[in-house]
């Protein structure tokens, strides 16, 4: 084969590679989801979020089954067999693939009962006179406020630490001090009336979520289409905190 030859095999080749690749692409994404889904998420957001996607999903393709592991361990998704992860916080670096969902953000809220009876509160300081609720998985509980460009940090000991956010939101609601509560889990209870946001601005940096999937060329219909709802569930979501 001349020189001219093989530079015109080696284009061909190329070009009917990236068109097979197309097909199988487009393919992807026009097949039917089916066959077993499996999503693991932390327990908390797995039953106050999660579970609403897997509904919609369900209804929307009647062909799909799930499996679901809620726990706050990092499963290795690819040796346990794993389709999905939703995970919240900053991605550890690894070969697995990522896409973005949005950012969980906070507040400080308080029951209108327990503000009644407390301590005057219009400034982070004041905090040291009131009773904190404080969602402290390990270590020392604290908290890290930021502001724009203000950042203040309370380290003061909270009359409750928890390991459980839910928890935490529970006792909140009973009156029994000032929490820190990712604010999709809070505000349907400002909207009835049980809870009232404090020090307005004021909370942690928003925590970045991410749907985390096997590193392969071509997704699977099912975890696409999985990955996908998840992408607009969680924008809905937001679009109805603004």
Not at 28 to 36: D, H, S
């Amino acid at each position: 084969m001349t020189e001219v030859g093989r530079d015109y095999l080696e284009r061909a080749s190329s070009i009917l590679a990236a068109a097979e690749a197309a097909e199988a692409a487009v393919a992807q994404r026009t097949q039917e989801p089916k066959g077993r889904l499996r999503i693991t998420a932390g327990s908390e957001f797995g039953t106050m979020r999660v579970d609403g996607w897997i509904a919609m999903f369900l209804r929307k393709w009647p062909k799909i089954t799930v499996e679901t592991e809620y726990t706050n361990r990092l499963v290795d998704i690819i040796h346990e067999g794993v389709d999905v992860a939703i995970r919240i916080g900053p991605l550890q670096d690894s070969e697995l693939s990522a896409r973005r969902l949005g950012e969980l953000t906070y507040g400080l809220y308080a029951s209108p009962e327990y503000l009644r009876k407390a301590a005057p509160l219009r400034k982070v300081d004041d905090l040291k006179r009131h009773d904190l609720i404080m969602h402290s998985p390990r270590g020392r509980p604290g908290w890290t406020l930021v502001n724009g460009e203000q950042t203040e940090k309370v380290w003061h000991a909270p009359r409750c630490a928890l390991d459980n956010t839910i928890a935490a939101r529970n006792l909140a609601l009973s009156g029994l001090g000032i929490v820190q509560l990712p604010r999709y889990m809070a505000e349907p209870h400002v909207a009835e009336g049980a809870f009232t946001r404090v020090l307005p601005g004021w909370a942690r940096i928003p925590v970045p979520v991410h749907a985390v999937f096997a590193s392969t060329r071509y997704m699977d219909p099912k975890v696409r289409g999985f990955v996908d709802l998840c992408r607009d569930g969680f924008r809905s979501d937001v679009e109805s905190l603004s």
